[in-house]
């Protein structure tokens, strides 16, 4: 997810906050799902975007757009 706001950020072993990684997969240095498929995690992204309360078309477009996002993080890259 885009982390414009401190609160959101996940923090790395020694306490700072990540500049990559949320505060829903990474806290303390380490992802919280280790074991996740990156199809997996499309699915928990795109729920939770169905779940917000924002307009449908903005919906339909960051749930299309996820899966490319996710795809920019270190995590997943190969």
Same mark, same amino acid.
């Given at each position: 997810? #885009?982390?414009? $706001?401190?609160?959101? /950020?996940?923090?790395? =072993? $020694? *306490?700072?906050?990540?500049? $990559?990684?949320?505060?829903?997969?990474?806290? @303390?240095?380490?992802?919280? @799902? #280790?074991?996740?498929?990156? $199809?997996?995690?499309? %699915?928990? *992204?795109? /729920? *939770? &975007?169905? =779940?917000?309360?924002? #307009? %449908?078309?903005? %919906?339909?477009?960051?749930? %299309? &757009?996820?899966?490319?996002? &996710? !795809?920019? &993080? !270190?995590?997943? /890259? !190969?």
């Amino acid at each position: 997810m #885009p982390i414009s $706001d401190s609160s959101y /950020k996940g923090t790395e =072993a $020694d *306490g700072s906050f990540s500049v $990559d990684y949320c505060i829903y997969c990474y806290m @303390q240095g380490r992802f919280m @799902q #280790p074991n996740i498929s990156f $199809d997996e995690m499309v %699915k928990i *992204g795109q /729920k *939770g &975007l169905e =779940a917000s309360p924002m #307009p %449908k078309f903005q %919906k339909w477009m960051f749930k %299309k &757009l996820y899966p490319m996002q &996710l !795809k920019g &993080l !270190k995590r997943w /890259k !190969k």
